[in-house]
């Protein structure tokens, strides 16, 4: 292998990581419902598409991009806790499946509000990031997902923090390993609740300005959950520290194999490869490479 083809090498595994962190980024939403629900919040896509709207919208309006940014934000919260409140509280102890469900049915309920108000125009977002591809140590990479990739590390490392030096995050963290002891102790689980869906309203704010800077805001965009799939069955369904981890490896399989695969299989395999790796996951390691192994007692 020459320096050139190592380079080359060096520059598709990099760029494949940092689209990777994309697709993290939808993961974590996930990720922070299921550790308390147990099951897959299927509104999230509808969300991440919701405040991707809304923060056009204001935009569009001649609102002030930091005025926008609040603004969206604490409809985000509003709506994340309204979930909370109306849906999920009232069917927590119900089976799973009826959860799963209740949440599908609001992802259809909220982009077909969105749709009355908002149209289905595609929206261009311009956040006056710059695409041009950058040089470092000879590597060409995207300036958009590098600022992204620091976007989410910022969020990682809040939420970190949160979760670990806040009595709310860290009772966050107790009812999710064991919620009956957590409830016969007396941790505030309204508080725990509301804290949750309000950082998963984040989420899917965050993930729906970038994404729809990179797509243009439409409708299709709550699509991407289908990415965050695979992320998740490979680094598992209750870690955070999985949902990056396999988004780098997701983000990676994907354009190594588009790069070295594409002309002997044919062109498209970026689309369907995440998903045959993650088959491969579930056959062998069903839990993810960090979920934790659930076991009860009959």
Known sequence: MTATDLYFL?????????????????????????KTTRTLNFAQGSMILFGALTFVCLLERGVPFVLTSAATLAVMVLLGWSIERTIVKPLLNRPPMTLFMATLGLSYVIEGGAQLVWGTAVHPLDLGISDIPLEIHGVMVSGFDLLAAAIVAAMVAALSVFFHFTRTGMAFRASA??????????????????????????????????????????????????????????????????????????????????????????????????????????????NGLFGMPRTERV
Not at 272 to 277: E, I, L, R
């Open 10 to 34: 060096i520059e598709v595994c990099v760029g494949g990581m940092l689209s990777g962190v994309m697709y993290s980024l939808v993961a974590i939403g996930f990720v922070l419902i299921f």
């Open 177 to 286: 390993d064991d919620p009956y002891a957590a409830l016969a102790i007396g941790l505030p689980l309204a508080r725990i609740g509301f804290a949750v869906w309000a950082a998963a309203g984040l989420v899917a704010l965050v993930a729906g300005v970038l994404w729809g800077a990179r797509l243009g805001v439409q409708f299709s965009l709550s699509l991407v959950v289908l990415k965050a799939l695979p992320v998740l069955v490979l680094g598992g369904f209750d870690s955070i520290v999985g949902a990056i981890v396999g988004g780098l490896i997701v983000g990676m399989s994907e354009k190594l194999a588009e790069v070295y695969l594409g002309a002997v299989i044919g062109d498209g395999i970026e689309a369907w490869f995440a998903y045959v790796t993650a088959l491969v996951f579930l056959l062998t390691r069903p």
